[in-house]
């Protein structure tokens, strides 16, 4: 069975701080790794990761993937209040749909 | 384009009854799924559709049926509503397995 597995699931911090955040993955026949934002409607989406190592990045947002030890880390730097969301990180994998981990709930407070 | 639109957005239902969850996507995407959303269980894949005509189930497909007669619209099928459908409802849509899934602004259910 393909797992998604986040973490921390919530975490606040103020505004300036960086934060971390981890998805590791235990999954058949990988394709590629999304992170998306979730507000208070539908995910929108960030990133996509297929190969190892190569770092993307947007603006105060980056992130890579490890394909050998299977996970993921999104960073943001200088967070602001408007970083505050649930970040879900999913995999898609052969079956050309994604599994999901259960999200990250960021608070930035002023 | 208006992307991926989904009907209605809220609906109410009694145990029992069916009803129809309508998406739409404009964007001429080959790829669709339904995925439900629970309080701290991340989005789970009801069923998914690689083209017209075709479609396969995903995690959780007990209790739904989908079809998908044209490229643009993929319904979602409640055949008798259980209080354990109770939930938020997202589809989403891809152009390929190389690019993101765009999703739709949800349908929030709520089975009485």
């Known amino acids: 069975e393909d797992k998604v597995v986040q973490s921390p699931l919530s975490l606040v911090v103020h505004e300036g701080d960086t934060v971390t955040l981890n998805c590791s993955y235990e999954?058949?026949?990988?394709?590629?790794l999304l992170w998306y934002k979730q507000e208070k409607k539908a995910p929108t989406f960030l990133f996509m990761l297929?190969?190892?190592?190569i770092e993307k990045k947007s603006g105060r947002l980056s992130s890579i993937l490890d394909k050998k030890e299977l996970f993921s880390i999104l960073n943001i730097t200088a967070t602001q209040t408007g970083d505050s969301a649930v970040y879900l990180c999913?995999?898609?994998?052969?079956?050309?749909?994604?599994?999901f981990g259960s999200g990250t709930r960021l608070q930035v407070q002023p | 384009n208006a992307g991926v639109t989904q009907t209605p957005k809220f609906q109410v239902l009694k145990t029992g009854q069916s009803m129809t969850l309508q998406c739409a996507q404009d964007?001429?995407?080959?790829?669709m799924s339904w995925y439900r959303q629970d309080p701290g269980m991340g989005l789970r894949l009801i069923h998914y559709?690689?083209?017209?005509?075709?479609?396969d189930q995903g995690e959780v497909p007990n209790g739904y049926n989908v079809s998908r007669s044209t490229t643009e619209d993929f319904p979602l099928r409640l055949l008798s509503a259980a209080p354990s459908q109770t939930s938020v409802y997202f589809c989403?849509?891809?152009?390929?397995?190389?690019?993101?899934?765009?999703f739709g602004p949800g349908t929030r259910l709520t089975v009485l």
């Open positions: 989403a849509s891809s152009r390929d397995r190389y690019n993101e899934q765009f």
């Open positions: 999954v058949t026949n990988f394709r590629s």
């Open positions: 297929t190969s190892s190592g």
């Open positions: 999913a995999v898609e994998t052969g079956r050309r749909a994604l599994t």
């Open positions: 964007m001429n995407h080959e790829y």
């Open positions: 559709s690689v083209g017209a005509g075709i479609t």
